[in-house]
């Protein structure tokens, strides 16, 4: 602790004026976080009931420190607002409000002779069917629900007499209207459109020929031609109340207190989008959008689906906002019991907080160690922590990155695509066993158990699982822990073979928090196991190439590690020989003087290395807080540490000790430049 004293007493500005108000108790800051697609997609869910998760088409988040939560990084673009204005009357429509049900066609030509056609008097002639007498041509139609309908008939006449040809058409021998009928030929036939009423279940659309004309002298016959009918509905039927309609309407609105029920689903709806109570002249403002949609002619619904719109559009949904009363104002102050709520669930769940949470931010009693620490305690309990293992562990540990691995199958003939499931899979389940089980995090390194399936159980050369997933023993194996999970071992690997140095790098940065520094400029990093090496191994290049003291600072680290692996091959498989037919001595010695022989020696190694639980909590602080710790933190990460340490170096103990700390639970307004 001294140097770090010394440190903090250095950066005070000692012997140059007032020591920093800062130095001995800042929580930091944290900008204006805009929710993450992940955080976006899991808000909706627990806000709307959706399973819908549009956020995974929007533009992929920026990272910085290894995570997409970083607010500092996350910037909005033109394109984000248009997607999330689309994807917001996406979800209201489907979701929460009444819709208008398609309207379905029914097509019939009348000549065709189709079953559903019912003629009296008539017969086929001339590119359509020809009523001669009094009469009728209809279709019969077995329709699906109440509603409007639309009746449209092509015809045409062959004229006689003094009139033009007349034509009823209905339902169900009513007659809807009446129309004179001018054209005399297919070539000038028209078109006579109806609404009608309809029920559901089975009726008779008609057009009937009403006025027969015939002169026995002159032989002039008057007749009408029937097209097609056609019938379209139900048109603007409602479907009826969606299942998450109750998410947003909490109240049923009466005769002339409508504004009133509007306000509540303004203070109900909006305090849960905005994760926190809303201000009477906040609901003001909602309850005036609400009823522009009414002057309008908007009928209730419509109405409070605009002002749900202006909620879910609002930057008090898609950012968690945290104010300080004077944001010039560097004395750290404490956040609000909502605020600190919406810290913790974003922390633990990736989503927005719940009904408990919601209700221990309102009494104030999360403000309480006890209070808090049982609700952390709490969460991981609940199914939606596996957030932790798809955003933390996913990023952190390189879940995801087996996603972006291509082997290739030329160097590899094993990789399919059922194998990068398989692997994926493999991960998730250790991960949580570790994250979310009563296990200690230093397990990640050392466990000697894991879960395969029968595409696994062949790569690793297992025996097969009798169900689809099984855990498994590996303490005849020299497989341990995460190092030598074949998704990791493919993700640290280049497309044709394996890569020592990004193994070794990944291990130093992510669980060590040691990343090398980036190779100087014109010097070559690129090793191949070609004819143009002259037949050196990976070993031997990469001996040559610490030999150069500009190189060696990095390599020293970086290369045992790796080295350490090379019995797995590109996609995780184990291995005796190299890709030039030579042994693999996979033996080595780390800057410690830690001298090792096997994959496994060197797994047991690197868990017992101090750096290794300070670095899992430097992630986690890093990840829950969305900013990386500055020197100011230090102190505070050494209590985190602590904590996890005394619990066995369980997650839920460290999570606790970090939802404890001053940097969660306060913060502080921006230095003055």
Not at 213 to 232: A, F, K, M, P, Q
Not at 278 to 304: H, K, M, N, P
Not at 313 to 342: C, I, K, N, Q
Not at 628 to 647: K, M, N
Request: net charge negative.
């Amino acid at each position: 602790m001294q140097h770090r004293s010394l440190l903090l007493f250095l950066l005070a500005g000692c012997g140059q004026g007032e020591p920093d108000p800062l130095a001995e108790r800042d929580p930091g800051t944290v900008t204006l976080h805009r929710l993450n697609r992940a955080e976006l997609d899991n808000t909706w869910r627990d806000l709307t009931g959706t399973a819908q998760q549009p956020a995974r088409n929007f533009p992929s988040d920026d990272s910085g420190y290894g995570f997409d939560n970083i607010a500092d990084v996350l910037s909005t673009s033109p394109l984000h607002l248009e997607m999330l204005e689309a994807a917001t009357d996406e979800l209201l429509a489907t979701e929460m409000l009444p819709g208008v049900a398609p309207a379905r066609t029914w097509w019939v030509e009348a000549e065709s002779g189709d079953a559903g056609i019912d003629t009296t008097a008539g017969g086929e002639c001339c590119g359509g069917w020809m009523v001669w007498s009094n009469g009728s041509i209809g279709y019969t139609l077995d329709l699906p629900a109440d509603g409007t309908y639309q009746l449209t008939v092509r015809a045409w006449g062959t004229q006689a007499g003094p009139d033009l040809v007349a034509m009823d058409v209905g339902l169900d021998g009513n007659v809807a209207q009446s129309f004179a009928v001018a054209p005399d030929s297919a070539d000038n036939a028209e078109t006579f459109t109806v609404s009608l009423q309809a029920t559901a279940g089975a009726h008779r659309f008609f057009a009937a020929f009403t006025n027969d004309y015939v002169d026995s002298v002159t032989g002039d016959d008057r007749n009408l031609v029937v097209d097609w009918i056609e019938v379209t509905g139900p048109i603007g039927a409602s479907t009826g109340r969606p299942a998450n309609y109750g998410r947003l309407f909490s109240c049923e609105p009466s005769a002339g207190a409508e504004a009133s029920c509007a306000a509540e689903i303004a203070r109900t709806f909006g305090g849960k989008a905005w994760r926190r109570p809303l201000e009477d002249a906040e609901v003001t403002r909602l309850v005036a959008l609400y009823q522009t949609s009414i002057d309008s002619g908007g009928s209730f619904e419509e109405a409070i689906g605009l002002m749900a719109k202006g909620i879910l559009m609002s930057p008090h949904f898609w950012y968690r906002v945290e104010l300080d009363a004077d944001p010039a104002d560097v004395t750290p102050h404490p956040l609000g019991a909502y605020e600190l709520a919406s810290r913790l669930s974003y922390f633990l769940w990736s989503s927005m907080p719940d009904d408990e949470l919601f209700a221990r931010a309102e009494d104030g009693t999360l403000l309480e160690d006890e209070v808090l620490e049982a609700q952390v305690r709490r969460m991981l309990a609940d199914p939606k922590a596996a957030a932790l293992v798809d955003n933390l562990a996913g990023q952190w540990l390189h879940v995801r990155a087996v996603k972006d691995a291509f082997p290739d199958v030329a160097s590899f003939p094993d990789w399919d695509e059922t194998l990068r499931a398989s692997m994926e899979e493999e991960m998730r389940r250790m991960a949580t066993r570790v994250f979310l089980g009563d296990h200690s995090m230093l397990e990640l390194l050392t466990t000697e158990e894991t879960e395969i399936d029968a595409r696994l159980a062949e790569h690793y050369g297992l025996p097969a699982p009798a169900s689809a997933w099984e855990s498994v023993s590996l303490a005849d194996t020299e497989r341990s822990g995460w190092l030598t999970t074949g998704g990791l071992l493919t993700a640290t690997s280049y497309p044709g073979r394996t890569s020592p140095v990004r193994r070794g790098k990944w291990v130093l940065s992510n669980l060590m928090c040691e990343s090398p520094a980036p190779p100087p400029e014109n010097v070559d990093t690129f090793f191949d196991t070609g004819d143009a090496t002259g037949g050196q191994s990976l070993t031997e290049q990469l001996e040559r190439h610490r030999a150069d003291p500009v190189c060696a600072s990095c390599h020293q680290s970086m290369d045992p590690i790796g080295l350490g692996l090379e019995n797995f091959d590109g996609i995780g498989m184990w291995r005796n020989t190299d890709e030039l037919g030579q042994s693999i001595d996979a033996s080595g010695e780390l800057p410690s003087g830690f001298t090792f022989h096997t994959p496994r020696e060197l797994t047991g190694y690197l868990a017992e290395d101090p750096k290794f639980p300070r670095c899992i909590a430097i992630k986690t602080f890093t990840y829950g807080l969305g900013r990386p710790p500055g020197v100011h933190d230090w102190p505070y990460l050494d209590t985190i540490e602590q904590r996890f340490a005394s619990g066995e170096h369980r997650f839920e103990d460290l999570a606790v000790a970090i939802a404890l700390s001053e940097p969660f639970r306060s913060r502080r307004g921006e230095v003055s430049p």
